[in-house]
T-cell receptor, first 111, second 111 residues
Framework: QKEVEQDPGPLSVPEGAIVSLNCTYSNSAFQYFMWYRQYSRKGPELLMYTYSSGNKEDGRFTAQVDKSSKYISLFIRDSQPSDSATYLCAMSGSNDYKLSFGAGTTVTVRA | DGGITQSPKYLFRKEGQNVTLSCEQNLNHDAMYWYRQDPGQGLRLIYYSQIVNDFQKGDIAEGYSVSREKKESFPLTVTSAQKNPTAFYLC??????????FGSGTRLTVV
């Protein structure tokens, strides 16, 4: 079993829809949770960062962490064609610089 | 502007040849990483370094080598021992558990 499992997708949604992305993990030591966005043939860029359980909102993006269920989510409201990308979840422990990544979910937002 | 520079963007390797991928950062980050990305497999850690003159193997180090002689530089050599080197290679750096900054990647193809 992989340490981080991510819904494989791909997802195709119409413009304006809500996109929901999810990851589960097995390591209870994980404290830092991130979402990266990767456009085709580019390096990933940090989209959202959260520490421990709770919600964090940034514009159209909301990240949720439920440590009791070992489950994290990213929601994209009012999705735009420019949101079409691969989204990677990532996480690490409190004393570990190394990140463990999910395999990524490719999202296409249709105009 | 601070960031990570990977070069070249595209690289072609002949069978039995060693090639070196460059990674330079001016973010003053202590830790640097090399990942390999294959379709559908997410990011796999090759090597990482937390301080100058020290580095550790990641999950798929066989057929690769690195050096960390300067804080700013972490080159990756893909040796002839790596039997399936065609992939997208990503370099990253970090200063804490707060996530990585990635370069724009090098696409290596065996010809």
């Amino acid at each position: 079993q992989k340490e981080v499992e991510q819904d494989p997708g791909p997802l195709s949604v119409p413009e304006g829809a809500i996109v929901s992305l999810n990851c589960t993990y097995s390591n209870s030591a994980f404290q830092y949770f991130m979402w990266y966005r990767q456009y085709s043939r580019k390096g990933p860029e940090l989209l959202m960062y959260t520490y421990s359980s709770g919600n964090k909102e940034d514009g159209r993006f909301t990240a949720q962490v439920d440590k009791s269920s070992k489950y994290i989510s990213l929601f994209i409201r009012d999705s735009q064609p420019s949101d079409s990308a691969t989204y990677l979840c990532a996480m690490s422990g409190s004393n570990d610089y190394k990140l463990s990544f999910g395999a990524g979910t490719t999202v296409t937002v249709r105009a | 502007d601070g960031g990570i520079t990977q070069s070249p963007k595209y690289l072609f390797r002949k069978e039995g040849q060693n090639v070196t991928l460059s990674c330079e950062q001016n973010l003053n980050h202590d830790a640097m990483y090399w990942y390999r990305q294959d379709p559908g497999q997410g990011l796999r850690l090759i090597y990482y370094s937390q301080i100058v003159n020290d580095f550790q193997k990641g999950d798929i180090a066989e057929g690769y080598s690195v050096s960390r002689e300067k804080k700013e530089s972490f080159p990756l050599t893909v040796t002839s021992a790596q039997k399936n080197p065609t992939a997208f290679y990503l370099c990253a750096s970090s200063i804490s558990s707060r996530g990585y900054t990635f370069g724009s990647g090098t696409r290596l193809t065996v010809v």
